[in-house]
């Protein structure tokens, strides 16, 4: 392509124009021809001394002369066409050759050219539009009939359309088609309003011209006339054979219509040029014998070019290979109209079968249509535009795949290419971008705003990189526009689109079919249709692209659609099957390109045989392979690694009686002998071997082998393609039904070929061979046995979607990170040296960094095992830490820049806070380290950047110790739709804005390493106007929202067996029972909590807190269930000892080696060491270790019984010690073994985790005198602690439940004769507390005389335990004014302060002396009660009562809990006592408690309100305002407190008119229903429906 600027018009034919920019050599240079105007105003302006010498004596017409233009002011150049007569003179009419004006001189004023000023060329280039002739309307007066034809002389419409679009054209370009004297022949392309127009198509289109055929183009440049009359001539002759000609021809490139013309001239210089010598014949006396001698010798330069000389000397038109050629060409070109379809099916011969191949550079081309490579960058079919932009990104010639691939794309032809290079864009986009560049070829096309090519995409990624690319080449392409089209899963998103101006779009096979479901008339411009990586496409989105391609077909196949282009372009690594149907169904005589030779092999059906076999056996193998007859000619090479091999290989075939030859190193003046043997023509039956190595393969150059052996196995892809490409010949031909061509490579597979082998397997697996089970099992133990790096980090993909993507594209076929869990690399870290990374429970956490839409980084704020436990702090060592931080380099000396840092140690830097970072990397270039980078990991947040070097400070090694604080989140069973590996940006952005720095609960569900999965991760927010805590968001939920998530129901179940592979337990929500093999759930044997004892035997004890029983009622029918498994497994014929392989958490049998009989288990761990098993024995309760040899599936009907195994635990027994004695197991064991025993439900709980009831039981021996119960054996020997046999006898349960009670002073003076007893004093203490705090309340006790020695009691212990029982009842007992007063009396109070100080806080013991010091004290300010416990006498045990009522009213034991309303301010917490008329008020304050009591009237007040967090003492105060009592309780840290109370009390409740004083809260509430035993009853929050938080206890008051 040339720009030129056009001067002046003539008419379409004929118009002058400067070449101003281009390849070609004519480009102008200004600077030359402003020096040679320069020069000839010089010369001609002086005054010349001999005038004579510069004037023309003769003036002649076509004289070469030099003028003066009085318009340019300036001596010009110029040629004299005629004189003119003008009065007395004569004028000269002269042509400007540089400014292609007419100008008219006067004849004196013509002056002599100097030669020098003539070797410039002329500036003014003569041009014609190549390819069309001007057209009028021919009125045939006979048959009244007009139509348009061709003519000699332009419209005059058509030439003011030139000259105004020309005029007003920004840029003209023209593309040089011919020479032709002085005219250039060109087609010209003008761009109007951004918008490239062709002229000659353009001015067909508007009926001012139309196409001139090829025959009749031909003809007029065989004879170039001089004379008008000849032309004219010339062009009446032609319209009697000339027809309409086709546009495709004049549109294409040059490399495409050079090919396509010497073609046509081949073929057709016969007939053509019998008419041009006859022409010339006939119109030879017009003409000069000079012209005549130079058209005849181009006619017959021309015919000489011809391939057969025979056909020159006879100019045979109609000979046969001639006609075959040109009527093949004409079927696919058909330029000329007057050939019928009828006609070019008649001389249609079937196409050549054979296959293209080029062993030099390694590409097989298969096509009907033959295309010469473009090996440089001027002969692609390229643009110049868009050649200058690939030199710009340093492509400066086409490699081998580009060059046959981009003459067969410019050509319009279905394109099929398979490289290594199959990735690479520009393998299709410059020559398909220089042909949309043609808008005459989409001319016919609907008028709408959609797309004329679509770029199909394997991935999200790909498509932006695909469509960067595109906008970097198409900068200079105005008339293109791009659309990158990405759709998520909304329906409604789809509809909304709008598309405006898309000639090209880029998207993904999901988004494409989302588009056409709504948008049904997408396709109806498309015209291109490209699959990039289609080998990936069709593994990962078949369904997808079989829809495209279906709707392709049916938007192309229509009438309307055979004049416009219609190109399937499909590009990829790999060759697979599904691409077969693709090029038979979907494509029209498409251009097969493969550079891969052994994809090539793939593409050509060549049949892979593998055999395994030792190294020393090969040899036989071979033999084996090779003992066989054929009826038809059989060659077969066998390749070896060397020579050695080779000779080794010939003499064992030759000795067999083979006919074989061999070509290595040492026989290279051999080859050309063995080469002509091998070319021979055999007999049927024959078969011909050839024994070579791979060195050898180009020389040799077989192409027409059947059977190719690679008996030494090939060092690399490149060696193994050369190899199977000497079957080329042989290879399928899928374009052509019915091919049945068959060759075939066996590979003989070695233990000395263990590292290739499984790069090998992938490969096979692609193909019809049968794989050996030898060679999977190989590659298993060659995995097996290789050694995991564990210091690789574990696969990410792996951790946020369960499975490695990875494996979806075969160049990635290894990941560089770890796949497998390790018990020490993987378990969970620790966050500090006390606190270790939650395995399970719930959390608070803030996410400082968003890595993606399910993944992220950041810090644990609380945790909490159970809903209901309180919160625990995870940060309380890291903001200790970074309080640690803040003092130390707040003196400037330890602020001190590091001088010489070292990658991966730890720094401070100070930002807004002091940080701890670890250096990641410096900057490779020496710089000032003052002002150079570092790029930094904070490992506290997880956050990456870049600070300057001079940031950095020394971190001391005590800032060192505490491990990193930032953790990763991964959001589990979600993942990015469209199986992407990474997320859409868009999404990734929006939940990096909603969720950064924000407080979220979650709930974890797994944890190795670093990571924890988290599930319902939910942001809370509570209404400004109302007391409630809603759902402000979840993350899930926002991800699939955003349709471009979906959900991941595996993940967790997928991490969940890697870590049972690995022996690392994880926490399972559902329970490990449920089997998958039996659609039901399974159940478990149970004791009725009834009062009723139940038969049964203990079958396994381990402790009297752990022990399993058996009911008696269902051991007959366990027995029996026992007896079928065990037939039924030894009636198995199938199973094979080893194959099962159960996994952690399966139910199945195993052998007992003491009972010899098989049993159902549960699979707990795998011990990988000795592939041993511990397997729990469902029925039995033991846990026991079997090998896998004695482990077998579950039979049928196996889970018809229950499991029998109850788990039971010995009710109020404790061990003495920590652990319970060894010798309690024996004792037990060898006391109640095998007998009948009696138990009864106590209570039940369920374990959280592994989902197992347990029974806390009283056991009894109904076989024993007074039915001995198991508690009585363990307690009275000191082996463990609880109420003896004699509290049972004082207090039966009966008699507490039928409230049936002894004496009160028998049951007194046996509790303190038992008090007094030296031995058994302690154990009895700790039985009360024991029973005091069970349901069995016996208000018997509760007397003065015990109260008094146990005050004594304190004084004579010094064990924690025992201290801790006797504070334990008396504060059971101190609910009663009169107790209290005897405890005072007896000094409990000064020994209280004494325990107090010198107990620590933080123990059991301190808080329980703590309470009972507040009781205490309450007291101390009534005086009603300090009278009474002045008035009592010291030694005496009983205390006076008084005499009148109010005082006795006083000491009654009962009091009254005042009503208290309750808000708090940032700062404070004031209550409101709902008390009038009162007196005697006391208010007594702690750390955490509050001790209010006063008297109305007769009736004692008191509320003791145990805080949820801690006030200052010495700020509160208890004051009256309207008649009633107001406490200011000053909180010690300001915030917001979310209950005022530690435990609910229903006389306590919230002051809902300072309801607007309340602050969001971020805690969820926590129930206490203290009408159940005191226990709290918590309701685990859930998520409905409507993505809020619902509990079965919802309130419309907050609960304190």
Known sequence: MIEIFIIKVKDPGCFWGRITNGFSDLVENANQYQRLEEKMNQLYHRSHEDLEEIKLPVLEQGQICAIYCHELQCWCRAILESLVSSGSSYLAECFLVDYAKHILVKAKDVRRAVDTFWKLPYRAKKFTLFGIQPVTLHIDVCEEKAKIGPTVKWDSAAIQYFQKVAQESEVVEAKLQGVTGDTFAVQLYLTLNDVKVCLNDDLVAKFFACYISPKNLNVEKSLNSSSEVFSISCQKKAQVKKSTGHAALALWSEIVQGTALTILNEEKQGSAGQEAVAQCQQFQENLSRENVNKQCSKITASLSSRKSLESFKTFCPLEKQSDCKKTRLLQFLNPDPSNTESELEFHLQQPSHKMTFDPWNGVLVHSLIKLTPCRSMEMSPVSLDLKKELCKMKTVAPNIVQAYCWPAIGRGCDLVAVSKKGDDPLLYIPPLLTFLQLPSVYSYQPRRNLPLAIIVCPGRQKAHFLCQMLMDLTKSLRSLSLLLLLVGQDPEETKKLKFKECDVVVTTPHSLVRVLQTHCLFFIRLSHLVLDRVDVLFDEAMDEITTILQCFREATNVPERRSTPQQLIAVGKHWTKQMDSLVKENQSDPYIVITAMEEAALYGNVHQVVQVCLDCEKTSFLLTMLDFTSEILQKTIVFSNCTEEVDHVFKALGSNSHFCMKVHEGMSMQVNNIMDEWHKKFNPGTHVILVTTDNYLKALRITDATCVIHYGFPSSWDIFGARLCCMVDNFDNLIVEGSTLQSQSIILLTDKNAPQAASILHYLERTDAKIPKELYTFISDLNNTDDICYEKSLCKYLKAYGICSFVRFRENKTCPSRHKLHQEVDKPRCLSAEKKLPASGYIEIIPTCIRDASSFYGRIIHHRSKWEDP????????????????????????????????????????????????????????????????????????QTGQVMQKQLLELPAEFQVLPPQAVEFIICSVKPIDNEMDWNPLVSRYIKQKISNKLHIAKIVLALGNTLWLTAVVHMAKLADLKTTLLEYNIRSEIMNSGFGTDNAGHIERLKDLCGTAGLCSPDENSLLKQQLYDKKLKQATLVNDGNYHSVIISEFHSPKQFHVQLVATREALCTLENEINQKVKERDAFVSGSYIPAVGDLCLAFCETTKRWHRVKVLTVLYSKKNYMVFFVDFGTCSCVSLNNVQPLVEDALQLPFQAICCSLFDVEPVERNWNLEIKELEWATFWGKELQVKVIEQNRNDTTDDVCYHVVVRDPSATGSLKLSECIIPKGQGGGPPAIL????????????????????????????????????????????????????????????????????????????????KVLCHLSGRPQSLNLMLSSGLALTIERLLASTSSKSALYKIANNLKFSLASLQNLPCLQNGAASSDGSDDNVDVPEDGKSQSTMDHKSFHPEVK????????????????????????????????????????????????????????????????VITLFKEEKGEWNSLLKFKNPNVTFDFDYLEEVMDDVYLPIYNDFRSKGQQVIMEPCIDEYGSFTSANDSSEEDY
């Open 871 to 942: 919160p625990v702090s995870m940060e309380e060592d890291y903001l200790m830490l970074l309080k640690d931080m803040a003092d130390y380099y707040s003196k400037e000396n330890h602020r001190k820049p590091v001088e010489q840092l070292v990658v991966s140690v730890l720094y401070g830097l100070k930002e807004k806070i002091y940080s701890r970072v670890q250096l990641i990397a410096l900057p490779q270039k020496a710089e000032s380290a003052v002002l150079s980078n570092a790029r930094v990991k904070y490992i506290d947040s997880g």
């Open 1288 to 1367: 049972d006898q004082l207090f039966p349960e009966e008699a507490v439940m039928n409230s049936q009670t002894g004496s009160k002073s028998c049951v007194c003076s046996s509790v303190c004769a038992l008090l007094g007893d030296q031995n058994f004093w302690e154990a009895i203490i700790g039985a009360l507390a024991a029973l005091l705090s069970s349901s069995r309340v016996c208000e018997e006790i509760e007397e003065q005389e015990i109260i008094c020695q146990l005050c004594t009691k304190i004084q004579q212990s010094s064990k924690d335990q025992v201290l801790e029982n006797i504070l």
């Open 1462 to 1525: 309750w808000h708090q301010k940032e700062d404070r917490l004031i209550l409101n006592v709902k008390l009038r008329n009162f007196t005697e008020h006391s208010c007594k304050f702690g750390r955490c408690r509050v001790v209010f009591s006063a008297f109305v009237g007769i009736k004692l007040y008191m509320a003791d309100l145990e805080l949820q967090g801690s006030i200052l003492e010495e700020k509160c105060s208890c004051v009256t305002k309207n008649e009633e009592p």
